[in-house]
């Protein structure tokens, strides 16, 4: 071992099944971090996976403009009984950077699968008329999109880079774009026409936990058989 080098957060493999552990008592709240705002497929995921675990009741979701920050935020959060779960997507454009960044967390504790939000292309109402009087995207039209699905329009569209999928519908009901990719959520959320669809595919999202929320799931497992329950 080198003295200063990281060394990989480690958890028993094949423990008992999580989703008895988080209703248990012991655990009095889970805290959702999420990509923001409104309308994000991982925002969707996370609220699945708490309806899926039974903890919807005890739960709270906070969304933030990045993977980093909701990483962070689930850091702060050390009250005793609290577990933060922080969320990513199997295909975040930084995923491996955010994995080997950051070795003292568990970023695949817990993992959900959903259908994705049907993405699409949107344009604000008032630029639809073009869209269908060419067929397609008129020269010098701009792409709001995260990183993540921007190369779906390469070749079509200069891209104006985003945090998330639903800032992505933002920025072009705010003209900061003529088009976006973005969520069927968002779309509407924003007030905007879905001129082509991408689909709906399946998605894995990853919930990580830190070693504080990895600390209070153990002590709500060793009370598993407790009366709490």
């Given at each position: 071992?080198?003295?200063?080098?990281?060394?990989?957060?480690?958890?028993?493999?094949?423990?008992?099944?999580?989703?008895?552990?988080?209703?248990?008592?012991?655990?009095?709240?889970?805290?959702?971090?999420?990509?923001?705002?409104?309308?994000?497929?991982?925002?969707?995921?996370?609220?699945?996976?708490?309806?899926?675990?039974?903890?919807?009741?005890?739960?709270?979701?906070?969304?933030?403009?990045?993977?980093?920050?909701?990483?962070?935020?689930?850091?702060?959060?050390?009250?005793?009984?609290?577990v933060a779960v922080f969320w990513t997507c199997a295909v975040y454009s930084r995923e491996n950077q955010f994995f080997f960044g950051n070795p003292d967390v568990f970023p695949f504790f817990f993992q959900e699968e959903m259908p994705l939000d049907e993405m699409q292309l949107a344009v604000r109402p008032a630029n639809e008329p073009q869209?269908?009087?060419?067929?397609?995207?008129?020269?010098?039209?701009?792409?709001?999109?995260?990183?993540?699905?921007?190369?779906?329009?390469?070749?079509?569209?200069?891209?104006?880079?985003?945090?998330?999928?639903?800032?992505?519908?933002?920025?072009?009901?705010?003209?900061?774009?003529?088009?976006?990719?973005?969520?069927?959520?968002?779309?509407?959320?924003?007030?905007?026409?879905?001129?082509?669809?991408?689909?709906?595919?399946?998605?894995?999202?990853?919930?990580?936990?830190?070693?504080?929320?990895?600390?209070?799931?153990?002590?709500?497992?060793?009370?598993?058989?407790?009366?709490?329950?």
């Amino acid at each position: 071992m080198i003295q200063g080098l990281s060394v990989f957060a480690s958890a028993p493999q094949n423990v008992a099944d999580n989703t008895g552990i988080l209703r248990s008592c012991k655990i009095v709240k889970v805290v959702c971090c999420a990509l923001g705002p409104k309308g994000n497929n991982i925002e969707q995921a996370s609220t699945q996976w708490l309806k899926r675990m039974g903890v919807s009741d005890k739960s709270e979701v906070i969304l933030c403009d990045t993977p980093e920050q909701c990483l962070e935020l689930a850091r702060s959060i050390k009250g005793n009984g609290v577990v933060a779960v922080f969320w990513t997507c199997a295909v975040y454009s930084r995923e491996n950077q955010f994995f080997f960044g950051n070795p003292d967390v568990f970023p695949f504790f817990f993992q959900e699968e959903m259908p994705l939000d049907e993405m699409q292309l949107a344009v604000r109402p008032a630029n639809e008329p073009q869209i269908l009087a060419c067929g397609g995207i008129p020269a010098g039209w701009r792409t709001a999109s995260h990183p993540s699905p921007a190369p779906l329009v390469k070749g079509f569209s200069e891209v104006v880079l985003q945090n998330s999928n639903a800032a992505a519908a933002r920025a072009c009901a705010n003209s900061d774009a003529e088009l976006c990719i973005t969520t069927e959520s968002a779309r509407k959320i924003y007030e905007l026409v879905k001129v082509h669809s991408f689909g709906s595919p399946m998605m894995v999202f990853f919930g990580g936990i830190t070693q504080h929320g990895y600390e209070q799931i153990e002590k709500a497992r060793e009370d598993w058989k407790s009366m709490c329950w």
